[in-house]
């Protein structure tokens, strides 16, 4: 068995990890998992290496929104700063019940139009559902003073202030007399109203007048809790993978050269050992110290834990990296993101130019 060392295998940029599973997969049945020395990803090991990097992003999938509209009267179940899965309770309002015997008087459909003000209040509008909405009165648009709410241009019905409509449901306003003879009016979206609040009905003490209403996240990622006066905002930020080296997946192995010509035989996606044509070269020097920063093997310098720093970098600069697996690499700058405090530096990976993505206290001038 020759000794273990960092070889790199080429291919096509976005089919690295789909070329990892078929190189594992060869490898068992070849039965040459000894030759591999194992790799710690997370809780799992491996023979073959990606090197990716997880980016928070709050782009939403097809367009899809990942905002969610939480009143107060919900209870929160999730944190700032925490991972939901798809399919997970964000928040949930209990439901609602009668302190007091009472009688329902009346129940009327309604519609409720909520609308958000710049300031980030809210004002509600609550049109009888016998009133034809116009069609341009929908979630996402934005509205102005004066405006009509219905296609018969009712007077009673316009919008009073400028703002977004972030919310239009159906809802029934329910009408009470208690026994002790006081009065009160509900309103309660219809798709929660319990079947036996019904006009001229008595109920006892302690009937739901409305039911449990859930909210679940349509999509995985990091959380982030907006408060406002009127309600809160939960945000779910989509959480990327990046290929850290675009193109390459790494193996440290022990096979002969005959071997590894075998191991890339017939394989698609223009897999390759990086080398000579006929000649895998192994990896060695600062790229080598690279995949033992990005594995654990190898200590990387750390953050210095900086305070905010000042853009003094311009685009185009050429600047030293000085903490992270790429540490002591040199490249240019080809972006550079003042909010996030981050450059992107392209440096020479394996003779290609390949881009990394730091904070700006963990890049130096030259």
Same mark, same amino acid.
């Given at each position: 068995?020759?000794?273990?060392?960092?070889? /790199?295998?080429?291919?096509?940029?976005?089919? !690295?990890?789909?070329?990892?599973?078929? =190189?594992?997969?060869?490898?068992?049945? &070849?039965?040459? +998992?000894?030759? @591999?020395?194992?790799?710690? $990803?997370?809780?799992?090991?491996?023979?073959?290496? $990606?090197?990716? +990097?997880?980016?928070?992003?709050?782009?939403?999938?097809?367009?899809?929104?990942?905002?969610?509209?939480?009143?107060?009267?919900?209870? &929160? =179940?999730?944190?700032?700063?925490?991972?939901?899965?798809?399919?997970? &309770?964000?928040?949930?309002?209990?439901?609602?019940?009668?302190? =007091?015997?009472?009688? %329902?008087?009346? %129940?009327?459909?309604?519609?409720?139009?909520?609308?958000?003000?710049?300031?980030?209040?809210?004002?509600?509008?609550?049109?009888?559902?016998?009133?034809?909405?116009?069609?341009?009165?929908?979630?996402?648009?934005?509205?102005?003073?004066?405006?009509?709410?219905?296609? *018969?241009?009712?007077?009673?019905?316009? @919008?009073? +202030?400028?703002?977004?409509?972030?919310?239009?449901?159906?809802?029934?306003?329910?009408?009470?007399?208690?026994?002790?003879?006081? !009065?009160?009016?509900?309103?309660?979206?219809?798709?929660?109203?319990?079947?036996?609040?019904?006009?001229?009905?008595?109920?006892? /003490?302690?009937?739901?007048?409305?039911?449990?209403?859930?909210?679940?996240?349509?999509?995985?990622?990091?959380?982030? $809790?907006?408060?406002?006066?009127?309600?809160?905002?939960?945000?779910?930020?989509?959480?990327?993978?990046?290929?850290?080296?675009?193109?390459?997946?790494?193996?440290?192995?022990?096979?002969?050269?005959?071997?590894?010509?075998?191991?890339?035989?017939? &394989?698609?996606?223009?897999?390759?050992?990086?080398?000579?044509?006929?000649?895998?070269?192994?990896?060695?020097?600062?790229?080598?110290?690279?995949?033992?920063?990005?594995?654990?093997? $190898?200590?990387?310098?750390?953050?210095?834990?900086?305070?905010?720093?000042?853009?003094? @970098?311009?685009?185009?600069? %050429?600047?030293?990296?000085? +903490?992270?697996?790429?540490? *002591? @690499?040199?490249?240019?700058?080809?972006?550079?993101?003042?909010? /996030?405090?981050?450059?992107?530096?392209?440096?020479?990976?394996?003779?290609?130019?390949?881009?990394?993505? #730091?904070?700006?206290?963990?890049? !130096?001038? #030259?």
């Amino acid at each position: 068995m020759q000794r273990k060392r960092w070889y /790199a295998i080429q291919t096509h940029t976005g089919s !690295e990890l789909r070329l990892k599973e078929e =190189l594992e997969e060869r490898v068992r049945k &070849l039965g040459w +998992e000894k030759y @591999f020395e194992p790799i710690k $990803v997370g809780e799992r090991e491996e023979l073959f290496f $990606v090197p990716v +990097e997880e980016v928070v992003t709050s782009r939403s999938v097809r367009g899809r929104t990942t905002d969610y509209r939480i009143p107060y009267e919900y209870d &929160l =179940l999730v944190s700032n700063n925490t991972r939901v899965q798809r399919g997970e &309770l964000l928040a949930r309002k209990p439901p609602r019940h009668l302190p =007091l015997a009472a009688e %329902v008087l009346a %129940v009327e459909p309604y519609w409720r139009i909520v609308v958000e003000t710049p300031n980030h209040t809210e004002k509600v509008y609550l049109v009888p559902q016998s009133k034809i909405l116009r069609r341009d009165v929908r979630v996402g648009i934005r509205v102005r003073p004066g405006l009509p709410i219905t296609i *018969d241009a009712d007077e009673r019905y316009s @919008f009073a +202030e400028q703002g977004e409509i972030v919310a239009r449901e159906k809802v029934k306003k329910v009408t009470l007399r208690y026994e002790n003879g006081r !009065e009160e009016e509900v309103i309660v979206p219809e798709a929660l109203l319990p079947a036996a609040v019904k006009a001229g009905a008595k109920l006892p /003490a302690g009937t739901a007048i409305e039911e449990e209403h859930k909210i679940y996240a349509g999509a995985s990622g990091l959380v982030k $809790v907006r408060e406002y006066k009127d309600k809160r905002v939960v945000t779910i930020q989509r959480i990327e993978k990046r290929r850290l080296i675009p193109g390459y997946v790494f193996a440290k192995m022990g096979l002969d050269e005959e071997q590894m010509r075998e191991l890339v035989r017939g &394989l698609e996606r223009a897999a390759r050992f990086v080398g000579s044509r006929s000649t895998p070269v192994p990896i060695d020097g600062p790229e080598a110290t690279v995949l033992g920063r990005l594995t654990g093997t $190898v200590a990387a310098p750390a953050p210095e834990g900086k305070p905010k720093v000042e853009v003094g @970098f311009e685009v185009g600069e %050429v600047v030293q990296i000085v +903490e992270g697996p790429f540490a *002591d @690499f040199t490249g240019e700058i080809k972006e550079i993101d003042k909010e /996030a405090e981050e450059a992107v530096v392209m440096v020479r990976i394996f003779g290609r130019e390949t881009p990394v993505r #730091i904070s700006l206290s963990g890049i !130096e001038k #030259i």
